[in-house]
């Protein structure tokens, strides 16, 4: 059994459905027989979110999203990055053993410097942060994606930083996974689905939206009756969602085209995707109205990982003097 972590912003709206596909059920299949957690990162979410109602508010719905994705009764802990109070002691020591140098490495900073953001000291230590919440739980493996892995490289060498410094093993190196057999879901305008692009359709959409962003869908101009390419984006993303039957009859009838239009198929799409997604939305319509139990859920997955951390910290503070 290993123990996994992931941690997500809590800087947007709802899921998507990239997100659905590409990280969330992922790490649900990657936690199965092992010990999984995942932090909603609202300390990591101050660098950018000036609104405390706001954020209160985005965190609760990263829960929500979660709870409905892998059902009230998972196993894995969720919580809240500002419930573990030893956090932010735990990132003020790794912090007094990492070179500044290595720091002026990363690319976060200067990904946010390039995009002409504000650069505040929390969004240039982030890495450090992002160490404190990986090595306080004696983190076996952590999902990444591409973007991330050289921040787990640096996870890894600020313990081995503390453990040299120290001249004791105490804190255990992470190794990333990277998912690499989830393919990337296209937005409506044919690029990758994406927030920023504003082409994503939300797992939590009501009807009504995704029918409407579903006629969005950018396709190609072949007539009603023409045979169409399956490259299009309606079927790349029926794909992904659809029973083997559904697909291999839609299959078939853009092959043959005769009578069957993009509209056609995007009123198709709605459905398998509405099929598809009906347990997780229907879960979601379940706990959105009950908000108690989804801060009981976080203080539940809080009091797991605090437990771990104070374990951790007592050998920690005895090393440190502090
Ligand atoms: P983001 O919030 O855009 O950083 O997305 C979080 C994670 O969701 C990424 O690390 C990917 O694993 C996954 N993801 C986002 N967009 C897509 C997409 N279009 N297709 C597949 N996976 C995606």
Redesign the pocket.
């Known amino acids: 059994m290993k123990h996994l972590i992931t941690g997500?912003?809590p800087t947007?709206s709802s899921i998507?459905?990239?997100?659905l596909?590409?990280?969330?059920l992922?790490f649900g299949r990657l936690a199965e027989g092992n010990d999984a957690a995942i932090f909603i990162a609202d300390l990591h979410a101050l660098t950018s979110v000036k609104n405390g109602d706001l954020l209160r508010k985005q965190t609760h719905e990263v829960a929500l999203n979660y709870l409905a994705a892998y059902g009230a009764d998972t196993d894995i802990a969720i919580f809240r990055q500002s419930d573990v109070a030893l956090i932010p002691k735990l990132n003020w020591i790794l912090a007094s053993v990492t070179p500044y140098s290595l720091m002026l490495r990363a690319h976060s900073f200067k990904d946010a410097e390039g995009k002409g953001a504000e650069i505040n000291m929390a969004t240039f230590t982030y890495p450090i942060l992002m160490a404190a919440d990986i090595l306080a739980y004696d983190i076996d493996v952590v999902p990444?994606?591409k973007?991330?892995i050289q921040h787990l490289e640096m996870a890894r060498d600020i313990a081995r930083a503390f453990n040299k410094a120290y001249g004791q093993d105490v804190f255990k190196e992470p190794s990333a996974h990277v998912?690499k057999s989830?393919?990337?879901?296209?937005?409506t305008d044919g690029r990758?689905?994406?927030?920023?692009y504003d082409n994503?359709l939300g797992v939590f959409d009501d009807e009504k939206t995704l029918k409407k962003k579903i006629g969005q869908i950018v396709t190609g101009s072949e007539g009603l009756d023409d045979p169409k390419p399956l490259d299009n984006n309606v079927y790349a993303l029926a794909k992904v969602f659809a029973t083997p039957e559904r697909l291999s009859e839609m299959r078939g009838k853009f092959e043959r085209g005769t009578g069957y239009g993009y509209g056609h198929a995007k009123a198709d799409l709605l459905e398998i995707l509405l099929d598809s997604l009906a347990p997780i939305r229907e879960r979601y319509s379940a706990l959105k109205d009950d908000s108690a139990f989804v801060e009981e859920k976080l203080r539940a997955g809080a009091r797991k990982m605090n437990a771990r951390i104070e374990a951790k910290m007592e050998v920690v503070s005895k090393l440190v003097g502090a």
């Open positions: 997500v912003k947007g998507h459905l990239g997100n596909m590409g990280a969330v992922p990444v994606g973007d991330q998912e989830v393919e990337t879901l296209p937005g990758k689905m994406s927030k920023s994503f």
